[in-house]
C-alpha cells in the first residue's frame, strides 16, 4: 500500500482542546482513487498502523481477499499513534519538544472526524464496504453511526458498542504500569517508560489471547521442569517486541484512554437508539473464546442495527482469532464486499 499524510489545521478534540495543526497518516491502493472504485476501507486495532497488508497480510494485498489491485483500498493511522499521525511523539509548538504527557486526550469521536477528513479528501463519497476490528472496530461502528449516509456495508469483529468496565479495568491496570516506571514519569526522552510498556504490553496480551491458546502453544516440553517458563518468556518476547517495534509509552497510553472513551450511545440518547440510526448492510462478528469481547455481548448489541447478521467464528486464541482466522472470516465477508 502507498503512504500519504494529510494536514489538518484548527483541529477541536472532544475534550474541549484545540490543536492547531495535526498531520494524519493513510495508506491506500498504489494508485489514485478514481471515480467508481469499489472502495474497501480499513480501520485498524490499537497498537497497529495504516498499512494493513503488514498487519493483515493474508487479507489484504495484490490477489488477496481485500484486494489492493482490484479495490481502492484505505486505512488511516488514527491519531495519538506511534505510526505518523500526530500523537505525543509530535513537537509541541509552544515547547519546542515532543508532547508526551501534555498531549490531549482523543476520543474515538475525534479518530473518526480524522477518517471522514480523509474520505473528503481522496474525493469519495461513500465507502462500499468497512472493515474493523477491535478498537478498529469501535472506529467502525461510530462512523456508521454518525455518518449513516456514507457508510454501504460494515463488518465489525470482535468489538463492541460502548467499553465494558472489564476492558477499562485492564486499560488502567496498563497504565499503572506504565506509570511505575520513573523513567516515564521524568519524560526526558520519548524512550521514557519502556520497561513499563514491556509490563502494559505483557499484561494485554493475557487479555488477547485465551486459556485453550496459551496451552496448546506455551505449554512445558519437559513435563517434569521444576518452573514453567514457556509462557513466561513469552510474555516478556512480547513486551521487547512492541518496544523494538519503535513504539513508545507515551503513545500507548492516548490509546488506552481512546478505548475508554467509547461509548455510540453517548448524547444520542443511549446505545440502542444510536445503532438504529445504521443505514450499512451489517455484520457482526463475535469470536468463541474472546474474553474481551464476549459473544454474549455481541448478540446484545447487534440486535439493535436495523439491517445486521450475527455470526460467531471458532477459535482456540481469543481476541487475536480476528488476525488469525482469516478462512472463517473470508467466508462470512465474502457476501457483504459482493454485495457492491
Known sequence: MQSHSLKITDFSLEAGVCLPEIDIVFHTSPRAYRQGDRVVWVTHALTANSDAEDWWPEMVGPGRF???????????????????SSGPRTTDPQTGRPYMLSFPLVTIRDIVRTLEAVRMHLGIRQVDLLVGSSIGGF????????????????VFIATSARVTPWISAGMEAQRMALEADPSFCAQQNLDGGADGLRCARAQGLISYRSYEGYCLT???????????????????????????????????RILTYEVDSHNVGRNRGGVAAALSRIKAHTLVVNITTDGLFPPEEGREWAANIPDCK???ISSQFGHDGFLLETQQLTELISPYLNKV
Open 66 to 84: 481485500i484486494d489492493t489491485e482490484r479495490d481502492f483500498v484505505v486505512c488511516v493511522n488514527i491519531l495519538g499513534s506511534a505510526y505518523g
Open 139 to 154: 472506529q467502525a461502528v461510530e462512523w456508521a453511526v454518525s455518518c449513516p449516509d456514507v457508510i454501504r456495508n460494515a
Open 218 to 252: 506455551q505449554a512445558e516440553d519437559d513435563e517434569d521442569c521444576l518452573f514453567a517458563g514457556r509462557a513466561a518468556s513469552y510474555e516478556r518476547y512480547q513486551g521487547e517486541k512492541l518496544v523494538n517495534r519503535g513504539f513508545d509509552a507515551y503513545s500507548y
Open 310 to 312: 450475527y455470526e460467531c
